[in-house]
Nanobody
Framework: VQLQASGGGLVQAGDSLRLSCAAS????????MGWFRQAPGKAREFVAA????????????NYAVSVKGRFTISTNNAKNTVYLQMNSLKPEDTAVYYCGIDLEVSNWYDLAGAYDYWGQGTQVTVSS
């Protein structure tokens, strides 16, 4: 499995960015996909995840409290791509953003250790 993240950049506070994560080697629609971020000197932290539930809707979305209402995770299954739409960006959102895939579809979507493969990361810098 290979994940390729893109879309980061330098923006001002209040601006928007959309990150993309293209997967190859697996069709991710029946797995958990997550976005995490890591600021300098800090641990990798959960941002958002889209999890496979197997129910009628198929998926569920989950967000960290710090981004809920501002960020939206979504997928395009035809393109095998997961997105993170980030609105109303704040300086504290500055970090390297990583996408990951959890092939075991665990309940621990907010733990980095649950993910089996990671993309290379894309830098997001928000100036005040």
């Amino acid at each position: 499995v290979q994940l390729q993240a893109s879309g980061g950049g330098l923006v001002q506070a209040g601006d928007s960015l959309r990150l993309s994560c293209a997967a190859s080697g697996r069709t991710f629609s029946h797995y958990n996909m997550g976005w995490f971020r890591q600021a300098p000197g800090k641990a990798r932290e959960f941002v958002a995840a889209i999890t496979w539930t197997g129910g009628s809707t198929g998926v569920s979305t989950n967000y960290a409290v710090s981004v809920k209402g501002r960020f939206t995770i979504s997928t395009n299954n035809a393109k095998n791509t997961v997105y993170l739409q980030m609105n109303s960006l704040k300086p504290e959102d500055t970090a390297v953003y990583y996408c990951g895939i959890d092939l075991e579809v665990s309940n621990w979507y907010d733990l980095a250790g649950a993910y089996d493969y990671w993309g290379q990361g894309t830098q997001v810098t928000v100036s005040s």
